[in-house]
C-alpha cells in the first residue's frame, strides 16, 4: 500500500465506508467527490476511502484539494497495479460496518449509495447490489449490454444464482462479511471475485433497482472486449478454485 493522507483521528466508527479507486481521472474525480460528499445519508455516519493507483495525469493534484474534507482519506499507491488492487487497499483501509465500491467516475449515482446500505445497517442482508437491468440505463452501447448479459447469465450458470447484474460497480457489503474474503484480484476480474465469494459462502445477494448512464471510450471507458474474455476465464476459476 502507498502513502497515505487521513484526516480524522479517534473518530466514530462510520456506518458507511465508500471505497473509491481511482486512475487516470483528473478531469472528473473532483465532481465524482462532491457527489459523494453530497450525497444524503440522514443520520448515518460516512467515510471515503479514495485509493489513487499511481496515475500519471493531474489526479492526484485533484485529490490534495480534498486533503483536509472531514471523513475523507486518501492512499497514494506509488505504481500502478489495477483496479483489483486498489479495490483490495481500499477494503483492508475501510473502518465502516457497511462497505460499497464506487467508480470514480459519473456512470453511477453516488445519491443511490444510501438506499443500498439500508438494507445491511438494518439487519435486512448482508449484501446488496444495485442492479441496472431492474433500474434505468442510458447510453449503454449494444455490445456492452451483450457482454454484461452474458457474464450475468454465465455467473448464473455456473454458481446456481438468480442475480440480474453481477458487473455492477455498486456492491455493497457488511463489512466484516468482506473483510472476511481473502481477495487475490489485481485488475477488473474483483468484481467475479467478490460475488463468488458472497456467494460460494452461502450469503443471499439482495438487488435494488438503480439508474446508470454509460460514458464512452473517448469519456475514459477503460474495459474493452479482450477484459470480456478474461472475465470467462476468470469466473471459472473462482466457481472452482479454492476458497482461502
Known amino acids: 500500500m502507498g502513502e497515505s493522507a487521513t484526516q ?3 473518530a466514530p ?16 474525480i473532483e465532481a465524482v467527490l ?15 476511502v479514495i485509493v489513487d493507483d499511481g496515475s500519471n495525469d493531474k489526479t492526484r493534484d485533484a485529490l490534495e484539494k480534498f486533503r483536509d474534507t472531514q471523513g475523507l482519506r ?12 486498489a479495490i483490495r487497499d ?22 443511490q449509495i444510501p438506499m443500498l446500505a ?40 455456473l454458481f446456481g444464482s438468480n442475480v440480474s447484474d453481477v458487473c455492477t460497480c455498486y456492491k455493497t457489503f457488511d463489512g466484516d462479511v468482506i473483510r472476511s474474503f481473502v481477495l487475490k484480484s489485481d485488475g477488473f476480474e474483483i468484481c467475479h471475485e467478490l460475488t463468488a465469494n458472497a456467494i460460494r459462502r452461502g450469503h443471499q445477494i439482495m438487488e435494488l433497482p438503480i ?5 464512452s471510450a473517448n469519456e475514459g471507458v477503460k474495459s474493452s472486449w479482450k477484459d470480456f474474455v478474461r472475465q470467462l476465464k476468470h469466473i471459472l476459476v473462482f466457481r472452482f478454485g479454492r476458497l482461502t
Open 34 to 48: 462532491g457527489l459523494v460528499l453530497g450525497a444524503d445519508f440522514g443520520g448515518y455516519r460516512r467515510e471515503i
Open 90 to 111: 481500499g477494503i483492508s483501509a475501510a473502518t465502516g460496518k457497511v462497505i460499497i465500491i464506487q467508480d470514480a467516475d459519473l456512470e453511477y449515482d453516488p445519491g
Open 118 to 157: 439500508k438494507p445491511i445497517l438494518e439487519s435486512k442482508a448482508k449484501v446488496v447490489y444495485g442492479s441496472r437491468f431492474k433500474g434505468e440505463i442510458r447510453r449503454m452501447t449494444p455490445f456492452r449490454r451483450f457482454a454484461n448479459r452474458v457474464l450475468t447469465c454465465y455467473v448464473n450458470l
Open 74 to 85: 486518501i492512499i497514494y499507491r506509488k505504481l500502478n497495479r489495477g483496479k483489483g488492487a
Open 211 to 215: 439508474s446508470y448512464c454509460a460514458r
Open 8 to 10: 480524522s483521528v479517534n
Open 13 to 28: 466508527t462510520p456506518d458507511v465506508s465508500i471505497v473509491v479507486p481511482v486512475y487516470n481521472e483528473a478531469q472528473i
